[in-house]
């Protein structure tokens, strides 16, 4: 399994990303089985680094690094 061993990263960052919301997600090793099947390793990588409240593309390119067209791609498979 240490192909995997780069989304697990990415998952586990996404986990703790979600934890900071008011509803919180704590750790669980299903929850993981979870994530990644609703994400794929983009889309948890994005989310992972969402910042928090209503953000434009502008806000997300800066806090990710990524371009536009890239993120708007994404975004729609999310």
Not at 31 to 56: D, H, M, N, Q, R
Request: proline share 4%.
């Amino acid at each position: 399994m240490g192909h995997l061993a780069g989304k697990e990263e990415i998952l586990r960052q996404l986990r703790e990303r979600l934890d900071k919301n008011p509803i919180g997600l704590p750790e669980h090793t299903s929850l993981y089985e979870i994530l990644s099947i609703l994400f794929t390793e983009k889309e948890a990588e994005l989310g992972a680094k969402f910042p928090f409240g209503v953000v434009g593309i502008e806000e997300l390119q800066k806090a990710t690094g990524k371009d536009r067209g890239e993120l708007e791609e994404i975004l729609e498979g999310m």
